[in-house]
């Protein structure tokens, strides 16, 4: 509750709903069933399911999803035995969808490089330069990981890469540092655009009607319709833009937590974790996760509201996820990972394209 002063009621708080943000939750639903249906029925020695171990497999109020999807996408999945057959009834993939995820393996070579880049990045953010392995697990799908990334992709490069136990719990350490790689992609998209070393006195920089200012230490912006700023809050944006900060690489150690720099760097330190993950969002559990090895702060929720023009926190789905909002055009992904793209071809076998335009703009929710 509010208290009243003056008999004046306060303004409750607002925060500004995405539609074609939230739709994007919305529009993963099947896709991640239809991928996930996939991956179990390839890791069966048969290479189908019997459709009474379904059940084992997603649980019993999920088994009914998975039959649905089942039932509604043949030119995916295909059922065997029962009825008059003798056999019992099981799953597996139709002959097109075999041959589409056999492309399944080039897409993973392709990620390789990637993989082990971005995974040697998230651990240059840590203040030790190490992650418990349970918190990369947590985020392995987000980052496109392989399942098995511990045997499968640690162990080839022991030059990067090390597993130690700290007191009974492990841990992936770096082994070396290198400096090319403390480029965060918000300094990257500013040195592709010519604006990382930019010259502009500050005397001279205007402000934004959408709070977005050219400069070394400004982040992209994009308020949601309804939103209305003021010339105050976009003066306060724009000296919150120019300010300088210590690198998200920087160890955390060495930065006070209540400067306002430190703070504005706790910000680029959750752009660039998000930005290391291949659809550029991750639960707020997720992101908590992370909260001893990054010094999140304490209060990350109220951070991530307070830039919502940089994030966007969206409770469709299951659970609660953080958006970065300009790896997103409407709905879209700008850019794709190989190994989304070939999940997008494999989901073309449902026979029919994702809608690119979205219905509404975006309305607000009193929290």
Known sequence: MYKTTGGRKPKKKIYHRVHELDRVMELQKKPSLILQLKSIIQSQKTESLLLRDLEKE?????KWNYMAVIEKY??????????SDKSPPAVMLSEKAKRT???EAEARVQMEPILVKNLRKLLMLSVDCRVPLDTIEMIGNEMGLPSDFKKSLIPLYPHF?????VSGRWYL????????????????????????NTGEHPKRAKISKDGNFSGPY??????????????????????????D???????????????PKARKRAVAVLHELLSLTMEKRLTSAQLDAFHSEYRLPARLLLCLIKHHGIFYITNKGAKST????????GSNLTNKWPLLEFRDKFLELMGRRDVSSCIGASSSVTI
């Open 322 to 329: 953080v958006i970065l909002k300009e790896a997103y055009d």
């Open 218 to 243: 400004a982040f992209p912006l994009d308020f949601p319709v309804g939103f209305r700023a003021n010339m105050s809050y976009l003066e306060e944006v724009r000296r919150w833009q120019k300010m």
């Open 245 to 259: 900060f210590p690198s998200p690489y920087l160890n955390a150690r060495r930065v006070e937590a209540a400067d």
């Open 101 to 103: 995820a056999a492309l």
């Open 74 to 83: 043949p030119s995916i999945f295909v059922v065997t035995g029962g009825k």
């Open 173 to 196: 350490d770096l082994e070396n540092w290198d400096s090319s790689l403390a480029v965060t992609a918000r300094e990257e998209r500013l040195a592709r655009e010519g604006l990382l």
């Open 58 to 62: 997603v649980g019993f109020v999920q």
């Open 161 to 165: 890469f090390s597993l130690k136990d």
